[in-house]
C-alpha cells in the first residue's frame, strides 16, 4: 500500500513487479477465463466404429437422425471414410454437434434458398402443417397419391417387436410425408386417400383406424372392386380438370410374401406405357443411388415390371406403383417402422420425380 497526497494506492501485485509484468499477467488471466472454455465447448464427441458398423448404424446407435445428419458426419471424417464412404472397426470418428447444425441438405429434397411462401394444410398434422415452398424445380406438375387399402380394408398385417404394423397406416404415413415433400417443390398435389386426423406421425407403432376416405370425402367400400374404382374415378376425374398438365398417378403399398423373402422397394408400370416403365426406372435408380450412398455395403435389388393392376392399368394420367417391401419379413418391418426410414423414402422419391418431371416436361 503506497500513500500518494491524500489518496491511498493499493499496489495489487507488490511493489517490485514491473508494469510489462502485470500486462503479461492479465493476458494470460484473459486467455484462461474466456478463450479455453470457448475451446473446450468446441470439441466435437468422437466414437469408435464397431466390427460391421456402417455411417447409419453408427448415427442411430448415438440418437442422431441418419436423414438429417449423413452428410454432416461425411463431411466430418473425410479422411478416415474408406470407398464409398465406408467406416473402419476400431477408428475414432466424430459425431456432428446436433446444438449447432442444422438439418444438412438430406433432410430437403433441393438446396433451400425458399421462396418465402408458406402454405398450411390440415392433412400433415399440427406439427407439419406449416409447408414452406423451397423450389419451383416441380412447378406445374400434378400429382395424384394414393396409400394403399384404407377404410375397412388394412391391407397386409405384419408384426414387430409385438405389435402390430397394418399396411394401410404405414403406407399412408410415407406417403403424406412424399406429399409434403412434392408441394415443398412446388407441385400440386391431391390426396386421394385421406385421413383427417393421422397427419404425419414420428412414433414407431402407427395405431390403426379405419376412418380413411377417398377424395374428397367418400366413405370407403369394403369390396375391393368397388374400392379400387372409386379411387380410379376420383383420379380420372381430377385429371380431366388438369387436362395438358404433367400429371402422374403414384400408389403405395406393402407387399406380402414369405417370411424369408426379403425384398427392396420396387415399381409396377402399365405394360402399354413407356412413360410410365421410364419414371418406374427413374425412381428405381435413385433409390439405389442413395443407398450406394448412404448404405455403400448394403446393395439394392429393387425392380421395375409391368403389371396388370386395376388401379395401373385404369388411370389416365402415368401409373406408378410402388411396393415399400415385405410385410411378413422383419428387416422390411423395420423399414416401415422407424420414421427416419419413411422420411427418406419420401425424400428419395421426390428427387427421381424432379428427374422424371425434368426430363419428361
Known amino acids: 500500500?503506497?500513500?500518494?497526497?491524500?489518496?491511498?494506492?493499493?499496489?495489487?501485485?507488490?511493489?517490485?513487479?514491473?508494469?510489462n509484468s502485470v500486462t503479461k499477467i492479465l493476458f494470460i488471466l484473459f486467455l484462461a477465463i474466456f478463450l479455453l472454455p470457448l475451446n473446450s465447448q468446441s470439441q466435437t464427441k468422437e466414437v469408435v466404429a464397431l466390427k460391421g458398423d456402417g455411417i447409419y448404424r453408427l448415427l442411430t446407435r448415438y440418437g442422431l437422425s441418419s436423414v438429417e445428419y449423413m452428410d454432416d458426419f461425411i463431411a466430418l471424417n473425410k479422411s478416415n471414410l474408406g470407398q464409398n464412404n465406408t467406416l473402419f472397426a476400431g477408428v475414432k470418428y466424430k459425431l456432428p454437434d446436433t446444438a449447432k447444425l442444422p438439418a444438412t441438405p438430406a433432410a430437403s429434397t433441393t438446396p433451400s434458398k425458399g421462396t418465402g411462401k408458406m402454405v398450411h394444410y390440415d392433412i400433415f398434422g399440427s406439427k407439419y402443417a406449416d409447408v414452406e415452398i423451397l423450389s419451383n424445380d416441380l412447378k406445374g406438375a400434378v400429382y395424384y397419391l394414393?396409400?394403399?387399402?384404407?377404410?375397412?380394408?388394412?391391407?397386409?398385417?405384419?408384426?414387430?417387436?409385438?405389435?402390430?404394423?397394418?399396411?394401410?397406416?404405414?403406407?399412408?404415413?410415407?406417403?403424406?410425408?412424399?406429399?409434403?415433400?412434392?408441394?415443398?417443390?412446388?407441385?400440386?398435389?391431391?390426396?386421394?386417400?385421406?385421413?383427417?386426423?393421422?397427419?404425419?406421425?414420428?412414433?414407431?407403432?402407427?395405431?390403426?383406424?379405419?376412418?380413411?376416405?377417398?377424395?374428397?370425402?367418400?366413405?370407403?367400400?369394403?369390396?375391393?372392386?368397388k374400392r379400387l374404382r372409386q379411387r380410379t374415378d376420383a383420379v380420372n376425374q381430377l385429371y380431366k380438370k388438369h387436362k395438358g398438365s404433367f400429371q402422374r398417378m403414384i400408389a403405395v403399398h406393402v407387399d406380402s410374401r414369405s417370411r424369408s423373402e426379403n425384398i427392396d422397394i420396387f415399381f409396377y408400370h402399365d405394360k402399354r406405357s413407356e412413360t410410365g416403365e421410364k419414371a418406374c426406372k427413374i425412381l428405381r435408380d435413385t433409390i439405389e443411388k442413395k443407398y450406394h450412398e448412404h448404405q455403400p455395403n448394403r446393395g439394392y435389388t429393387g425392380t421395375v415390371s409391368n403389371r396388370n393392376l386395376y388401379v395401373v392399368r385404369s388411370t389416365w394420367p402415368t401409373a406408378i406403383f410402388i411396393e415399400l417391401g415385405n410385410m411378413n419379413h422383419q428387416r422390411d418391418v423395420k423399414r416401415l417402422v422407424i420414421p427416419d426410414n419413411r422420411q427418406a423414402v419420401a425424400n428419395w422419391l421426390t428427387l427421381g420425380l424432379i428427374t422424371d418431371y425434368k426430363t419428361n416436361k
Open 146 to 225: 394414393v396409400g394403399g387399402h384404407g377404410g375397412p380394408d388394412p391391407g397386409a398385417v405384419g408384426k414387430y417387436n409385438g405389435y402390430h404394423v397394418y399396411e394401410d397406416e404405414y403406407a399412408y404415413d410415407v406417403t403424406l410425408r412424399l406429399a409434403r415433400k412434392l408441394i415443398e417443390n412446388g407441385a400440386t398435389v391431391y390426396m386421394i386417400t385421406r385421413d383427417k386426423n393421422d397427419g404425419i406421425r414420428d412414433e414407431y407403432s402407427l395405431k390403426a383406424d379405419k376412418d380413411e376416405v377417398c377424395y374428397p370425402n367418400l366413405k370407403i367400400p369394403l369390396n375391393q372392386t
Open 1 to 19: 500500500m503506497l500513500f500518494k497526497g491524500n489518496k491511498i494506492v493499493v499496489n495489487m501485485f507488490g511493489s517490485n513487479l514491473h508494469i
